[in-house]
């Protein structure tokens, strides 16, 4: 193997590591469209969490980090059921968790006291 190609590969130092890189990858590619070469590519990285990561848990000995390791992997294979069912799939990869994206947000601007004295502050929508 060359150099270049040695370079070409990420190598993560930890699990939390190879963790964050397989989430901003699934995050680029949540909302492509579906195709066996994507579906693959998938299915590579699931399988790189159950096994080599996995173990990689086991042995740093976190408990917590390996049940959001499984929890990432459910997370995963959701996306698998959903887009093999073409129903949408609204939700993004944040903090290893799957999060709903079309949630509201609402502005809030606060409003000093004025008239009524300094204590009470309202806020506007």
């Given amino acids: 193997?060359?150099?270049?190609?040695?370079?070409?590969?990420?190598?993560?130092?930890?699990?939390?590591?190879?963790?964050?890189?397989?989430?901003?990858?699934?995050?680029?590619?949540?909302?492509?469209?579906?195709?066996?070469?994507?579906?693959?590519?998938?299915q590579n990285l699931v399988l790189r969490l159950e096994s080599d990561i996995h173990d990689e848990a086991i042995r740093e000995d976190n408990h917590s980090q390996l049940i959001t390791l499984e929890k990432m992997i459910a997370d995963m294979q959701f996306w698998t059921k959903q887009r093999m069912t073409n129903k949408p799939f609204m939700?993004?990869?944040?903090?290893f968790k799957l999060v709903n994206?079309?949630?509201?947000?609402?502005?809030?601007?606060?409003?000093?006291?004025?008239?009524?004295?300094?204590?009470?502050?309202?806020s506007i929508h």
Avoid: C, W
């Avoid at 070409?8 to 469209?33: G, H, S």
């Avoid at 939700?91 to 903090?95: E, R, S, V």
């Avoid at 994206?101 to 309202?122: L, P, T, W, Y």
């Fill in 91 to 95: 939700y993004k990869m944040k903090n």
């Fill in 1 to 42: 193997m060359s150099e270049n190609e040695k370079n070409r590969y990420v190598q993560p130092n930890n699990v939390k590591e190879a963790m964050t890189t397989i989430q901003d990858l699934f995050n680029q590619y949540r909302k492509a469209d579906l195709t066996m070469e994507l579906l693959k590519y998938h």
């Fill in 101 to 122: 994206e079309n949630h509201q947000k609402f502005k809030r601007n606060v409003i000093k006291g004025g008239k009524a004295g300094g204590s009470h502050r309202g």
